[in-house]
């Protein structure tokens, strides 16, 4: 929205409207709000909507709850907007970030410099590229795994043949791992790039409201013509893309990077922005053995649940409510008793589950969902954290903790895809399910104890979860909810340390460790985030002495 000098923009907060209402509403509620007619707007965008469907007093009534921005010429007040600034109803908006930098490091743009070479397109290193593009440094994209549509065609050839191609999978390629999933790009993270990098999404064909939807979803099926067209638009402004194209090490000289070696090719590069994702354990271990800095961090790991969808409509809005769609949930059982806290992850209305796989021999589950919500089951991620005291000491410890327990759980499933499967309540009183339900899992399953499978902190802190859980959602924890096992990448467990306002990796002057494989993000929207600053950073400061 474009605010001219002589204007305001205030943020008017929880504004209600019944689900059938019409949008237009907004206005003459926000002028209400601020004490002022609805024709004295200048203008009003929506900055945030969620549903509210709690139960108050015993009964539900289910409403949208919205924020939004609204124009005002500058020094326009009235005593009831005083009132609502008092109570916390209305607030400054904040502002959207520029991407548009006013100087570039003049070493980046000199006739003749080296290109930033950007490691992984998935949303870090995409977003990184399209921050750099912008402000006219050459930048490369390497990806070792393939293009979005030859890298469809490969997980297709694995979910019939079962032979997992280490290079292209559900986990490498153009998207990174989130092209495969439920799409979300929600996230509690509070920057001013978050609507701009919308607005590029919605460029490329994404929903419109996902610049304000407080669930904000693209789905599978829109994610695979949205990254075409994003790849695209880089393209016009100068990103080169180099796919099937795996970074082996760095040339350095001393602590600079002076060029990446990869299968194809040695790349001189003035910079490098490192992004690989989660699954990347090999460029790990290749770039540690270079002297680049890693550590161990806590991350989070569990179990994938399914119900069928019509209970989490039921348990969330006391039946379909064909306006809303499919229910979604968000579960959270505090630490306590000794245990670490539980939740709810990557929650997919109407979605499936997927193996999740790199590497042959080991087994991990991820749930993905169309833009339509069309599958009659509802799955998610039931997830615990675990740290350095459960996994031992090292930086790749937790590497070879989840790897113990993939393959734990790949031999548990008959050694050839199909997943070991428990009911909830079947989990809860400690006994195998006879006779596992349907499940939307690619390769089937077949009856498993994941409560033994599981270390012991997991299934204790499950099993706690699920009795809180049911609670909130009557039949959660039945035996209509199905486990399916294992979730194990829902973060990453390593960081690479870098420096806080340079954002470039310890001891090194030109390298730029971002994303979730660098233990900096959580997800698709706060990976892109990250990749954006951190190549702003760059392009603002340039490289130079660590």
């Known amino acids: 929205m474009s605010i001219p000098q002589s204007t305001a923009?205030?943020?008017?907060?929880?504004?209600?409207?019944?689900?059938?209402?019409?949008?237009?509403?907004?206005?003459?509620?926000?002028?209400?709000?601020?004490?002022?007619?609805?024709?004295?707007?200048r203008g009003l965008r929506i900055a945030r909507k969620a549903l509210d469907a709690r139960v108050r007093q015993g009964s539900r009534r289910m409403s949208w709850i919205y924020h939004v921005d609204v124009v005002l010429d500058g020094k326009r007040r009235t005593r009831r907007m005083e009132q609502a600034l008092r109570a916390g109803r209305v607030r400054e908006a904040p502002r959207d970030g520029e991407v548009l930098l006013p100087a570039v490091a003049a070493q980046l743009r000199a006739p003749g410099a080296e290109p930033v070479v950007i490691v992984g397109a998935g949303p870090g290193g995409l977003f990184a590229a399209w921050a750099l593009a912008r402000n006219g440094v050459r930048a490369i994209v390497l990806d070792r795994g393939p293009s979005v549509e030859e890298r469809g065609r490969h997980v297709v050839r694995f979910h019939r043949t079962r032979v997992v191609d280490p290079e292209r999978n559900l986990l490498f390629g153009?998207?990174?791992?989130?092209?495969?999933?439920?799409?979300?790009?929600?996230?509690?993270?509070?920057?001013?790039?978050?609507?701009?990098?919308?607005?590029?999404?919605?460029?490329c064909g994404a929903p419109p409201a996902i610049v304000y939807d407080s669930l904000a979803h693209i789905g599978t099926d829109k994610l695979h013509r949205v990254l075409p067209l994003l790849r695209e638009r880089l393209r016009a402004q100068g990103v080169e893309f180099r796919?099937?194209?795996?970074?082996?090490?760095?040339?350095?000289?001393?602590?600079?990077?002076?060029?990446?070696?990869?299968?194809?090719?040695?790349?001189?590069?003035?910079?490098?922005?490192?992004?690989?994702?989660?699954?990347?354990?090999?460029?790990?271990?290749?770039?540690?053995?270079?002297?680049?800095?890693?550590?161990?961090?806590?991350?989070?790991l569990g179990l994938r649940i399914e119900h069928p969808q019509e209970l989490i409509d039921a348990g969330r809005f006391g039946a379909r409510v064909p306006e809303l769609g499919a229910a979604s949930y968000g579960l959270l059982?505090?630490?306590?008793?000794?245990?670490?806290?539980?939740?709810?992850?990557?929650?997919?209305?109407?979605?499936?589950?997927?193996?999740?796989?790199?590497?042959?021999?080991?087994?991990?589950?991820?749930?993905?969902?169309?833009?339509?919500?069309?599958?009659?089951?509802?799955?998610?991620?039931?997830?615990?954290?675990?740290?350095?005291?459960?996994?031992?000491?090292?930086?790749?410890?937790?590497?070879?903790?989840?790897?113990?327990?993939?393959?734990?759980?790949f031999a548990a499933g008959g050694s050839d895809y199909t997943a070991p499967a428990q009911g909830a309540r079947d989990f809860l009183e400690g006994r195998e399910t006879a006779k596992p339900r349907h499940s939307t899992y690619t390769f089937g399953t077949r009856p498993g104890r994941l409560d033994?499978?599981?270390?012991?902190?997991?299934?204790?802190?499950?099993?706690?979860?699920?009795?809180?859980?049911?609670?909130?959602?009557?039949?959660?924890?039945?035996?209509?909810?199905?486990?399916?096992?294992?979730?194990?990448?829902?973060?990453?467990?390593?960081?690479?340390?870098?420096?806080?306002?340079?954002?470039?990796?310890?001891?090194?002057?030109?390298?730029?460790?971002?994303?979730?494989?660098?233990?900096?993000?959580?997800?698709?929207?706060?990976?892109?985030?990250?990749?954006a600053n951190s190549a702003l950073a760059l392009a603002r400061t340039g490289v130079g002495a660590c």
Not at 385 to 399: C, K, L, M, S, Y
């Open 9 to 41: 923009t205030w943020r008017v907060m929880q504004l209600e409207l019944g689900l059938h209402e019409n949008e237009s509403r907004l206005r003459e509620l926000a002028a209400e709000q601020l004490g002022l007619e609805s024709n004295s707007l």
């Open 243 to 300: 796919f099937e194209t795996r970074m082996d090490e760095l040339v350095l000289a001393g602590k600079r990077v002076r060029a990446v070696r990869t299968s194809a090719a040695e790349i001189g590069c003035s910079a490098v922005i490192f992004a690989p994702g989660h699954s990347a354990r090999d460029t790990w271990s290749a770039l540690a053995a270079q002297g680049v800095p890693f550590e161990a961090k806590p991350f989070q």
């Open 333 to 409: 059982c505090k630490a306590g008793d000794g245990l670490p806290a539980t939740f709810s992850f990557c929650m997919c209305p109407g979605g499936r589950i997927v193996a999740s796989v790199n590497e042959p021999g080991l087994l991990c589950t991820n749930g993905m969902s169309n833009s339509r919500h069309s599958s009659p089951w509802a799955t998610a991620a039931i997830v615990t954290t675990f740290g350095p005291r459960e996994f031992g000491d090292g930086p790749f410890a937790g590497v070879a903790f989840q790897r113990e327990l993939e393959a734990r759980f």
């Open 174 to 203: 153009e998207g990174g791992a989130g092209t495969y999933s439920d799409g979300k790009i929600y996230t509690r993270v509070d920057d001013p790039l978050e609507v701009p990098i919308l607005e590029e999404l919605v460029a």
């Open 452 to 531: 033994q499978l599981l270390p012991p902190l997991g299934r204790e802190a499950i099993a706690r979860a699920l009795v809180h859980f049911e609670r909130n959602l009557r039949h959660f924890s039945s035996n209509e909810g199905q486990f399916i096992g294992l979730e194990s990448r829902s973060s990453g467990p390593v960081r690479m340390p870098r420096d806080p306002l340079t954002r470039r990796s310890l001891g090194f002057e030109n390298l730029y460790p971002v994303g979730e494989g660098a233990g900096h993000a959580g997800g698709i929207m706060s990976s892109a985030l990250d990749g």
